[in-house]
């Protein structure tokens, strides 16, 4: 039998909704009468009007929590449209929290969700919650990486990661520029916390090794902001020796590399060259930018990842052996 | 006395947290008497595991939902920063849903919240859930409308809202491309029936009266996003007669007009002069776009929505008059 919806129970008593509402939560002023019709419709068509205490029953909030570093960047958003795609033909919705790249927000929002508010987590650590994260997933919690290892890989090798191949992108992407002619490199980077960080570095030290380069690029860290790649840049502008190229290592920061050079009256790429994992939709407003950049998958991670989530909460098999998807990436150019 | 938690309920059980996990949800093996143990701490310390079952007594999840219809659009994050800033201080989350712009999800998800996940609901509506938001707020869940009034905005002024003065804003930023002589307007818009398309479209109109104009722009009517700004250019440029400039009612959509024009070799604006409902932070790329904006204030706006929220849930006050804040905002001009 389909649940009663609170509609049909008032269509039943012959009430408003709102009516009904006023009854079942005991607020407001309704005639004795009125509340007998309406107690009799719930009982008739056993109606459940909290969905706390029925998933006290069922165990099931057909909640997903999804916890990412950065809820406006599209990056975080195509992985979301891709997990709600397959989550969502099976009743689960999806509820966001962003931690802004903090451990210590994403430490509570984990907190938060354990208590069995979701039935499963997404998560792109902002970094700092091994042993939180490793403990709620041993408590039962289905929780899926995304796009972020834990910051003692090894150990988070029980888990379940949907991610990018970042080390090869990356190496591939400064070798880009390195092919070109470039020597002095200015590197964006996030919090050395955070593995997509580590691993881009790490790439584009193998390409500068690869092409003979002593590996000691002008590095900038910030968090991953637009606000990151503009200081940055400002940075590497009154650098004594100043980078004829620039390799950010996410979206957002590029967007601001961008702007700021822009800003400053410099030329892309005559003055400094721009290299982006990541695209940057904005790019295509400048004119022959020259700007290479990792092409990523974010809804087809998705799918992967809500793929792995169903059956983790369908218990569908037991988990013997972590699901890890990596996707290896193109390099493209705009202009 | 401050609530118990795992950790010292595995340090006084003197066993690993995973082990504590493991008894309380009675999954994987555990000795008989280590059991014991952990039950004895969890007794000894009033452990409460459960944030549901904790929920069902305090009648509080110290959750705050959020549904806006894009979650990617930095003007609702910026919204969101705001009323995170408020009511973070006091315990509260925020968790994000998005619509997608579709009246039937945002049904979906108001019902979920509804059922008392919970304690307040802050929403930028898709449209179309009148009766439903009404309902909800009768039975005594707290909702501030953000950015968005209810399609019967006389039945929709008991509830709180904060929002902007859309029809001022659009009639100033419209008046602006009529002063530099433009008379073929193209209109992008969103879907009729949210409040924020109807009032700026209004605006329009009235900038077009004033300066003695006949109202009838070229109109596209999409769904805020950066894609239907580039399908409005694409119809603009095929149309017998050519508009000369473009008003574009949102941020989202104003990106893609900028995008699709200088795709299509025009120069901005020179050949199409643009004007955009919210601030495009990329347009700064373009070489001098003269590009008019609404500078809007999404932060403030939060602010002043977190302080509703917190009275609302603390029931400082009989609702007797619903709070309402209209933001008015000026024009400015990139480039």
Redesign the interface.
Known sequence: MAKAT?KEVAAEAEV???TV??V??D??YVSDEIKERVMEAVAKLNYQ????????KQDK???I?VIVPD????YF?GI?RGIEDVVGVEGF??????SDESPEKES??LQ?LQ???VDAIVLATAGGNDEAI??LA???MPIVLVDRKLEDEAAGQTLDLVAEDNTEGASRLAAKLLEDGHVRIGVVNGPARVSTGRERYAGVLKAMKEFGLEPNPLVYNGAFT?EDGIRAVRKFLQADSRPTAIVSLNNRMS?GV??EI??SGWRIPDDIAVASFGEV??????KNPGLYYIDQHPYDMGIKAGDILLKRIRKEEPQLEPAVEIFRNEVNRIG
Chains 1, 2 share one sequence.
């Open positions: 609170i408003s909704t709102a509402s006023r079942l939560n607020s407001g009007p909290s969905a706390i205490a029925r998933s006290l909030t057909f909640m929590g809820i406006s960047n599209p958003m979301s919705q999806l509820m966001f929290c962003s509570r929002l938060l208590e069995k508010r490793r403990s041993a408590s039962g637009t967007l961008l702007l822009v800003r939709e904005a790019g295509s407003l400048l």
